[in-house]
């Protein structure tokens, strides 16, 4: 399994990655783990993380420039009542579509989200 850092912007994603993998993008066919979530906003430069310095997720790059996306906050405890339940489901992402590589960026197109805004 590769591991590497990502940055991401709704609605569209874009990976930081080496030129190496925008050049190949056969290079990003498999499953990978996520080591790190931040999301960065460009007017102000402020950076959060909303699911904590050390998330837990992966990412699955098909060959047909399909992908797919889940994640959330580690540590999560088993949901008790309805609240907990809510409380649990903002700390998961979850979404797949087709994707393209342009440059040094990948670029996605959401299709089905747990999010029905995304």
């Known amino acids: 399994m590769t591991r590497?850092?990502?940055?991401?912007?709704?609605p569209v994603l874009l990976v930081a990655m080496a030129a190496s993998f925008a050049a190949e993008r056969d290079v990003l066919v498999g499953n990978w783990r996520l080591v790190s979530f931040e999301r960065e906003y460009q007017t102000a430069?402020?950076?959060?993380?909303?699911?904590?310095?050390?998330?837990?997720?992966?990412?699955?790059?098909?060959?047909?420039?399909a992908w797919q996306w889940s994640s959330r906050q580690r540590g999560a405890k088993p949901p008790v009542t309805d609240q907990d339940r809510a409380g649990l489901f903002n700390t998961l992402v979850a979404y797949t579509g087709v994707y393209r590589v342009e440059g040094d960026k990948w670029i996605t197109t959401v299709d089905v989200s747990a999010n029905p805004a995304w």
């Open 4 to 10: 590497f850092k990502w940055l991401v912007m709704a």
């Open 45 to 65: 430069g402020e950076r959060e993380y909303p699911m904590g310095k050390v998330p837990t997720g992966y990412i699955l790059f098909l060959p047909e420039d």
